[in-house]
């Protein structure tokens, strides 16, 4: 086989070496235009150490990509450790000073990846220059680096190869032409890095150079067939059965080279190409997958379909990957066999399974390589894995019920294991229409075990763990807690033995929720090992992992922990699309309404409420309770009384017998100055006997009751439900029921030494104290003449008869005064008025 060395283009390698002193160099021309030469020649020649990586052909998904760089710079090929930008970055820095070249990044076409690598560009460590070469304009967001003349760029126009570059070129391989030859082989080529390679290695040993040259013309196919027949002719036959029969892979190795040809040995033969330069490139530091060059294996496989069974060769590879785990690749080969039934069984089969490994791309591409209108009703569970990864329920349960439809003529092994997945996607599309009833029953919803072989099993547990993921989203949902840790711990430790990291990562972002009906400590412990699992794969501002940002923010508001709870809300808003999951939607709402209601800033707490209920769900929810009787509680607050009344009176029975719109009606009746009313409300909450009974509730509850009580002037009973509220808060140091209700006054009426809570009075009044109370100023002289009222007895539409206005005005005053002074009702909005001495001290 003629050999050929790189020539050193000196212009060009100059022109990379003064690119070097900035941050990325970018080059960018067509293909065959001698760019990977051309970076390897410069590698040779640069003092600096050189990292080479190119990128596999269709690289449609992030992971598989940062996993090819790590390995590229010498880091563990694996899915642990940290995020993959700052592990990359890290190498880097350990290597530095060093050039990392980046060849083919057209074949990337993961818009995650193409993001993530623009931060690591912009990003790199001291002493480390990155060089990118590409066909067409890149993706990559560099404004910033061109713009701080960071970026050097060589563009297609430089490439070309000049007359004297050609002929030294000829000269390394040994090919003598007359000047005259040498121009008309320049015309002809126009300096085309490929078309030269290819004419030199025909023209050696070529018994007329000169007339080869002037045969060199007609279209690009004619040439690029004539120089492919010339050069495999002087090829040993062993390798021209080499080269043309592997041209069907992207990616050869030589134990797939052997399988394919028949033959042993065909690892050193490639080897042999590589060193000679012929149009085969390794892919690793090891020397042992290899591609050829795009045009050369295009241009092989022209050929090798007038000689062989084209077909026959991709089967021969589908089984060979199937085999060795790459079902991607073999489904590909199936695709180009025209074996479409088993191309649409085996990806099936595997759907769920590609996706969990982080390849949910790359089974859309692969779904969109069938043909269209096929009868390959076998790929509806693949449609259904596929419209759920884009959060699209209603055209997935449309390919389920299809996929359902065709069991029944399926063998009984692969029935069994699409049963599986049928009944995991089920559980997911009712959970993604936020319809918890949908996915209220238990395991017993999936199919049981027959005898099954290895892969078998693992395909099925894959979409066991996926439906004790959904299982446990339900249940935590439906507020049925107990049943929803159980399966979702379950679900987690399937998924680590699955080696399933983002199903891991999701069961564990959900199960902080499920702890919150008992300890703090145990809800932040299973947010943080989520959140830490989340951020060593790069998943840190993915929706997976929103449910524990969310829990952290919500149970930081419990606790006083605001600017925390803040930090949390916002975090878990960036990581939920606007398109979201419908129940992750009303719990982000949920959280902004807590966190507005510990602040007292009431008007943002009720347009979240607002939100909450307008997000869409099928049936009535477990939480919906929760959003209504906050709704009515916080419309109390602001004064609007006729608003929450109607709100009320809107409910049927059974949501007003719930012990969350019982505590929201006593709330009502406070600020109505009705505490007996409120305390009546209030006994079937406070004795366990209304349905749902959440901790906060019954906190608050507790409450509402002392606030009654003190009304009436039963300063012993009020001191009772204070003591009982302080008891359950205690453990967790809960807060937020005591800012919300404005229970100040209470804890100011227990004897400095006759509670057993001290420390927890201190810091809820501490915390009361850092409420934002407005200055006097504000109230205006109207407010004022108002606030003077609030102290006696009379109604609102009494106080309406003394000022001569309407009774809806004084509803909007009282509002106001509600608001500035940081008040829940009547009585603690005349209490903050003392405390500001705005009223006098004296009896109501």
């Not at 990509?65 to 350990?94: H, I, K, M, Q, Y």
């Not at 320049?186 to 070529?206: D, F, K, P, V």
């Not at 004619?222 to 069907?248: C, G, K, N």
């Not at 809820?764 to 003449?785: F, G, K, M």
Request: aromatic fraction near 4%; charge should be negative; proline fraction near 4%.
């Amino acid at each position: 086989m003629p050999g050929q060395r790189l020539i050193d283009r000196h212009d060009l390698i100059a022109t990379l070496d003064r690119a070097a002193t900035k941050q990325v160099t970018i080059v960018t021309a067509p293909a065959g235009s001698g760019k990977t030469s051309l970076l390897r020649s410069w590698s040779a020649h640069t003092a600096r150490r050189t990292a080479y990586f190119a990128i596999r052909r269709d690289q449609y998904d992030a992971q598989l990509f940062w996993l090819d760089l790590l390995a590229t710079v010498g880091g563990p090929a694996s899915v642990n450790g940290p995020a993959p930008v700052d592990a990359v970055r890290s190498e880097l820095a350990a290597l530095a000073p060093v050039v990392l070249i980046i060849d083919d990044l057209h074949e990337l076409t993961s818009a995650e990846a193409i993001s993530q690598l623009s931060v690591l560009l912009t990003s790199l460590p001291a002493d480390v220059h990155a060089v990118i070469a590409t066909r067409g304009e890149p993706k990559l967001r560099l404004q910033r680096l061109r713009l701080a003349g960071e970026l050097a760029e060589l563009r297609a126009a430089r490439l070309p190869f000049s007359r004297a570059e050609t002929h030294e070129l000829l000269d390394l391989a040994g090919v003598k032409l007359s000047g005259h030859a040498i121009d008309v082989l320049q015309e002809r080529t126009e300096g085309w890095a490929a078309g030269l390679r290819l004419a030199i290695l025909s023209l050696s040993g070529h018994p007329d150079p000169e007339q080869f040259v002037e045969d060199f013309s007609g279209t690009d196919r004619t040439v690029a067939e004539y120089l492919l027949a010339e050069m495999l002719d002087r090829q040993p036959a062993e390798v021209q059965r080499l080269l043309l029969r592997t041209s069907v892979l992207d990616r050869v190795n030589g134990e797939l080279a052997d399988l394919l040809t028949g033959s042993t040995g065909t690892e050193r033969i490639l080897l042999a190409l590589e060193d000679a330069n012929a149009f085969v490139v390794s892919l690793d530091h090891e020397r042992t997958w290899f591609r050829y060059h795009h045009l050369f294996r295009d241009l092989l496989r022209l050929e090798l379909r007038r000689t062989d069974d084209v077909h026959q060769l991709h089967r021969d590879a589908a089984r060979w990957f199937t085999s060795h785990g790459d079902v991607a690749e073999a489904v590909r080969h199936l695709q180009a066999a025209g074996d479409w039934a088993e191309a649409a069984e085996l990806l099936t089969d595997h759907a769920l399974s590609l996706t969990l490994d982080g390849q949910a791309a790359t089974v859309a591409a692969l779904l969109h390589s069938f043909p269209t209108g096929a009868d390959l009703r076998g790929l509806a569970p693949a449609h259904a894995v596929a419209e759920l990864n884009q959060a699209r329920p209603e055209r997935a349960a449309a390919h389920l019920d299809v996929a359902r439809a065709d069991l029944a003529a399926l063998p009984a092994d692969r029935g069994y294991r699409l049963r599986t997945t049928i009944a995991a996607l089920d559980l997911l599309v009712a959970r993604l229409r936020g319809n918890f009833d949908g996915v209220a029953g238990d395991l017993d919803a999936l199919p049981a075990a027959t005898t099954m072989s290895a892969t078998d099993l693992a395909l099925s547990n894959d979409a066991r763990a996926t439906a004790l993921l959904n299982l446990g989203v339900a249940a935590a949902w439906s507020l049925r807690l107990a049943d929803g840790e159980k399966y979702l711990r379950q679900g987690a430790e399937l998924a680590h033995e699955l080696r399933r990291p983002y199903l891991e990562v999701a069961c564990l972002a959900h199960l902080g929720f499920t702890a919150t009906s008992g300890s703090l400590t145990r809800v932040r412990r299973y947010c943080d090992e989520a959140i830490a699992m989340a951020t060593r794969h790069g998943w840190a501002s993915e929706p997976v992992i929103a449910p524990a940002y969310i829990t952290l923010s919500a149970t930081a508001s419990w606790t006083g922990e605001f600017e925390l709870a803040q930090l949390w809300l916002d975090r878990a808003r960036d990581a939920v699309p606007t398109d979201g999951e419908p129940g992750v939607q009303l719990l982000v709402q949920l959280a902004a309404a807590t966190l507005a209601a510990g602040r007292c800033r009431y008007d943002e707490t009720l347009a979240a409420l607002v939100a909450a209920s307008n997000v869409r769900m099928t049936g009535r929810h477990a939480l919906l309770p929760r959003v209504l009787g906050w709704i009515v509680e916080t419309q109390a607050r602001l004064g609007q009384v006729d608003e929450a009344r109607a709100q009320l009176a809107s409910l049927d029975d059974q949501l007003a017998a719930t012990a969350e719109i019982r505590t929201a009606a006593a709330v009502l009746h406070l600020a109505e100055a009705q505490p007996v009313a409120a305390r009546a409300e209030l006994r079937a909450v406070l004795d366990g006997s209304a349905p749902s009974n959440p901790r906060l509730t019954t906190i608050e509850a507790h409450l509402l009751d002392a606030l009654a009580a003190r009304a009436l002037g039963d300063k012993a009973a009020a001191r009772a439900s204070t003591e009982r509220a302080l008891h359950l808060a205690e453990s967790d140091r809960i807060v937020l029921p005591f800012l919300m209700t404005g229970a100040a006054p209470l804890l100011e009426d227990l004897p400095t030494h006759g509670t057993t809570h001290a420390a927890l009075v201190a810091d809820i009044l501490d915390a009361h104290a850092a409420d934002p109370i407005a200055p006097v100023e504000t109230l205006s002289r109207t407010e004022l003449r108002v606030l003077r009222y609030l102290p006696t007895n009379l109604t609102r539409q009494e106080i309406a008869a003394k000022l001569s206005v309407s009774p809806n005005t004084v509803n909007t005053h009282i509002r106001h005064i509600y608001t500035k002074l940081g008040a829940t009702d009547r009585s603690t909005a005349v209490q903050r008025a003392r405390e500001l001495r705005l009223l006098s001290v004296g009896r109501e």
